[in-house]
């Protein structure tokens, strides 16, 4: 980039880098690096396996604790990896929730029935 930088917008166009990043490696001599990406964006079957049963036993739900326990065992991967691994399981989780409605009423508003059969009873009941 250094060297090409004496030829004005050519160097930029031929490099496909913008005016600035151009300036910026002239002016502090810079010289050009190697961006390291994470390799493991998304986890494999056995791993997302754990994280999910992990995920519903003792970390109850926080994917920064299944990250810790992964990592513990090998597995490298960010936060937002797990969380995306275990999203679908989560929104069942969740629907499974919402679906459940309790319905509360105020004392004496609504009766409760049991079909079940007692040996206690009224006098009335038991002559006739």
Known sequence: MLSLAGEGNGSRLKLGVARNTVRRYVRDQAVPGVQVHIKQRRLDDAARTKAV???DGTVEGNAVVVQELLASDGVTAGVRTIQ?????HRREQRAAQVATVRFETAPGEQMQIDFARSACGSAAMRSS
């Not at 995306?84 to 679908?88: D, G, I, L």
């Open 53 to 55: 049963s992990l995920f």
């Open 84 to 88: 995306r691994a275990v999203e679908v």
